[in-house]
Nanobody, 128 residues
Framework: QLQLVESGGGLVQPGGSLRLSCAASGFSLDYYVIGWFRQAPGKEREGVSC????????AYADSVKGRFTITRDNARNTASLQMNSLKSEDTAVYYC?????????????????????WGQGTQVIVSS
């Protein structure tokens, strides 16, 4: 059974940092693009970041550029999202997703429609 499990969410003060992790089981991430998405209450799900299967290319939403960093470890079948300088507007449920695509990615990879494997989400709350 293909499964993605996120972890690392929580409550953090503005300006703080969190590191989200995504672990895959039941399949290898080697040929998958990994994307991170988020959904705040009353808002649509938005793409935050994605990374190619090889890790050589990545893309970020304008709202997180310079603050978030996506990485992956294919040997461990995991991916991570390092979030720094967090703002209240970063509050959302964060999801990781996988897309079977073995080429480079750009901002066009931030569209949820490409992804067919999703985790259950982890809550991030940025508040003082």
């Amino acid at each position: 059974q293909l499964q993605l499990v996120e972890s690392g969410g929580g409550l953090v003060q503005p300006g703080g940092s969190l590191r989200l992790s995504c672990a895959a089981s039941g399949f290898s991430l080697d040929y998958y693009v990994i994307g991170w998405f988020r959904q705040a209450p009353g808002k649509e799900r938005e793409g935050v970041s994605c990374i190619s299967s090889s890790g050589e290319s990545a893309a970020y939403a304008d709202s997180v550029k310079g603050r978030f960093t996506i990485t992956r470890d294919n040997a461990r079948n995991t991916a991570s999202l390092q979030m720094n300088s967090l703002k209240s507007e970063d509050t959302a449920v964060y999801y990781c997703a996988a897309w079977l695509y073995n080429q480079g990615v750009g901002e066009w990879g931030l569209k949820a429609l490409y992804y067919d494997n999703w985790g259950q989400g982890t809550q991030v709350i940025v508040s003082s």
